[in-house]
């Protein structure tokens, strides 16, 4: 039997081609004479990455967002595109970032002149040690001071920057020392050592006061490491000042603090998941003990448990991207949820490691936004940064320089800037005192912690964070650089916000007019001439009257004709740790349409006093209470408002019109000139027949009858 088949015609439809995106936004810096880093966006689903310079494909299968290209050549420019590979196949190649190299390094470490490290005023637990002057091909930025308790060998102590003197006190009574000093440079070489050996007389004393049982906080980092932390005990008439501190767990002594350490310890080597028992004994330079802390538990994590320790941070933000950074105590991949009225997008590297960083792409100009970051499972509280304003849009932001001391005035500083209405905060170097130093994060609880993250992370939780870096930064063997993602070559930058172009310098490294520094700010600057406002941040400052020495004179020479050739409006510095706002200066005198330069130095670690009378430039000065500078721009004005950390009180305040020429009134008889500061019980501004420039705002005061001048005013005599 036959069966006669039926011709069918089956059409079967095409299937699409997956289309995988490649990387909405790659990012390239230069950090080094041979070095550049790139950063990219996530894609989602990717397996991996390929990063290509120029036609060389110089990273095969990357699984991270962050490829590091070494051995490269020192001031040569390089292109960079990646592509992202997934089950679907591998994109097309993003667009292309560019970075060039730093110049090649300085390996010329300073040298001392002729001379030695002496001693004086030796007493039982202090000693002043005196060395020469020192020299360096670029500069030197400070003086490492060593101690060894001997036959110890000496360890770093304190880093010092101003005068050629030390006293080393908190020593121990009856005790052989042997103290170096170097001189170092902002490149990290150190000179050789000058050495001294001296022996503090023996002493009799008292045993220290208790060390507080509420300030002693128990924290664990990890299954194996445990973090304790307490406060200095005060001295009195019948206690004797500590000079270290024992510490003991479940009552065995397992190490000691010396002072000038900090007061804090890391315990290691511990078991998961296990409660110990800590307390601290405070000893007198005689060797008296205290009366023991109370005992203070803390429990060990469980094992493979991953934990924020610091952060979450945002930094490098512009009007469509941030770069959003943290740390955790073990190795885990990271995840950023994110999204303007919920966490409703993702961004995700799979890579385990401990110091994270996502790059956001496609976000919306002048949007605020919340996030959280982890690694899927853990996650940090939420967090809030908000995009670069566009232009023709106020905004706001806080400035605030040489606080990171775990003071109370840093604190208080950041409680503020944290709940106010900034959009950003740009620091003002000096960010980490005394060194910046970071030994080991994973064994180690350092400075960067407890006088950096702990007081600030409410400020970091609320806002993006713009960095300058003071000669502080580079005493930590570049532990710094290693926390921070700034633009650029993380030293000098600029960025955009609003109608505002800011940039950022770096008054430790070379800026004079055949500077690399230099160079580069002056072509920043011509090239946004067409910005409102051009503001920048510098740490050393032009103009400050704490002494007859603590106006930069290499920045006043070097960078101040460029400022006002470059017409910045507003200079932002620190190091002087009190406030000062000068009047709009050209030359070093005031004059309509000048630059303004303040000071804010005085963030929470000290204050200088003013030793010298008041310059005819300085307009208002203040070296009493800690603060920060609120500053709100428009497109027609910048306001300036000092803020006390103690109460918010207004300490300062001032206004920058845009484009505002001065005006000048004939005056056909005499006039009374009345300066409202008098009825604010402020000082008065007015001499009798001297000439002054000054600024005024507001009406208090004012008599009935009489009109309220706003702006700058000059009287001539």
Known sequence: MLLAGLLATVSVAPVAAVVVPAPALVQAQGLSDTHVEVLWSPVAGALSYDVYRGVDHVGVAVTSTLFEDTGLTGATSYSYTVTATTGGGTSAPSATA????????????????????????????????????????????????????????????????????????????????????????????????????????????MAPNQVSGPSIRVTPFSDTRMDITWGIPASDATHSPAVGYQILRNSSLIGEVDEPASPWFSDTGLTATTTYTYTIVALSSAGNAATPSAAKNGTTLAANTVKIVRGPYVEWITADSARVAWWTNIASPAVVDYGTTGLTSSASDATAVQEHVILLAGL?????????????????????????????????????????????????????????TASFVQTLGDNIYSEAKDPNFSTTYSEVDGHFFKQMQPVFSAKGLFTANGNKEYYGHGAWFKLI????NEKWYSYDWGDAHIVVLDSSQPFDASSAQYAWAQADLTAHQSATWRIVVIQDPPYSSTSSASSAEGVQQALVPLFEAQHVQLVLSGNSHNYERSFPLIGGAPAAGGVTYIVSGNGGNGHNPFTIAEPAWSAFRDATDYGYLHISV????????????????????????????????????????????????????LTNGTPKSFQVTGTAGIPTGATAITGNLTVTA
Do not use: C
Not at 371 to 386: N, P, R
Not at 659 to 685: C, E, F, N, Q, W
């Open 485 to 488: 993602w700034a633009p650029n």
């Open 364 to 420: 919306s100009a002048g949007t605020a936004y919340q996030y959280t970051v982890g690694d899927g499972t853990v996650a940090s509280s939420v967090a809030h940064f908000s995009t670069a304003a566009a232009p023709g849009t106020s905004f706001s932001f806080d400035a605030m320089g040489d606080y990171g001391a775990g003071s109370v005035g840093q604190t208080q500083n950041a409680g503020r800037i944290a709940g106010d």
């Open 98 to 205: 560019t970075a060039t190299t730093q110049i090649d390094p300085d390996t010329t470490a300073p040298t001392f002149n002729a001379g030695s490290l002496t001693t004086s005023n030796v007493t039982s637990d202090s000693v002043t040690l005196t060395w020469p002057h020192a020299i360096d091909n670029v500069g030197v930025v400070g003086f490492r001071i060593l101690r060894g308790e001997d036959p110890a060998s000496p360890v770093d102590i304190a880093t010092v920057d101003v005068g050629l003197t030390y006293t080393a006190s908190s020593l121990k009574a009856g005790t052989a020392y042997t103290f170096e000093v170097q001189a170092i440079d902002a490149a990290d070489n150190a000179s050789a050592p000058l050495s001294v050996a001296v022996s503090t007389p023996a002493a009799t004393d």
């Open 634 to 685: 428009s497109p027609t004005a910048i306001s300036l408002t000092e803020i006390s950390a103690a109460d918010g009180s207004t300490l300062d305040s001032a206004i920058i019109q845009s484009g505002t020429p001065a005006t000048y009134h004939a005056l056909s008889a005499p006039v009374r000139i009345v300066d409202s500061r008098v009825a604010l019980g402020l000082a008065t501004k």
